[in-house]
């Protein structure tokens, strides 16, 4: 195995034993206000979990979307190299925040969680971005993205993009049901709309000229 790609697995798995701190952390904390909190309700520990689980799934599936614009500014292959992690633990907080709702809150009673949904409109994105994040997921490894071909992997993981979409209108909803003001909706929405606009900007021809520029000036007069 060449050095380059053996440094990076390293990376890679110090990296996964850090993004798996919080959640340890989470279940910590949650066991410490109630050891029962799985079969007797406790809103306080509800409401932690819910928070908790969103705000890291948020994060690392904005910083997934961050890797491209990062590469294109900077020219770095190391971003891009770890997006498939960072987007695995995008799902992986998704999936806690999910079963977080379904098992603490609604203790796993598909009546309730059904109530739940048609009274509150907020439930079914989010429920929507979970489920476009799963064939991401799914079909994260080198040997999914030689099955697919690789044309087709790129166009399937546009989903995310759909998926980051449905996480922000959940977010929105949610503050409509809970009568709250836009304040959450902000710290979500204003980072997602940046990301991609970023895309759309031609950041590498930018960077290719600002690099022309400086050997240009650098270069010594003839």
Not at 180 to 188: A, G, L, S
């Amino acid at each position: 195995m060449p050095k380059r790609a053996l440094v990076l697995k390293l990376v890679k798995a110090a990296f996964c034993v850090w993004f798996c701190a919080p959640a340890v952390s989470l279940l910590y904390v949650l066991e410490h206000m109630n050891r029962h909190f799985i079969v007797a309700y406790d809103y306080r520990v509800f409401a932690l979990a819910i928070a908790d689980t969103g705000a890291w799934a948020f994060i690392f599936l904005f910083v997934t979307l961050a890797c491209t614009p990062i590469q294109r500014i900077t020219g770095w292959r190391f971003p891009v190299e770890l997006r498939r992690t960072l987007g695995l633990f995008a799902f992986f907080y998704a999936l806690l925040h999910l079963l977080a709702y379904f098992v603490i809150g609604q203790k796993l009673r598909l009546d309730y969680t059904w109530a739940d949904a048609l009274l509150r409109k907020s439930r079914l994105p989010g429920w929507a971005a979970v489920l476009l994040l799963v064939p991401l997921a799914a079909t994260s490894t080198d040997g999914m993205i030689r099955r697919v071909g690789a044309k087709r992997w790129k166009n399937l993981h546009r989903l995310v993009y759909l998926a980051a979409a449905s996480a922000v209108v959940h977010v929105a909803w949610t503050d409509v049901d809970n009568h709250r003001d836009f304040h959450r909706t902000q710290n979500v929405a204003w980072p997602f709309v940046i990301l991609m606009a970023l895309r759309l900007l031609p950041l590498s021809s930018w960077r290719q000229k600002l690099r022309t520029s400086i050997a240009t000036r650098a270069s010594p007069d003839r």
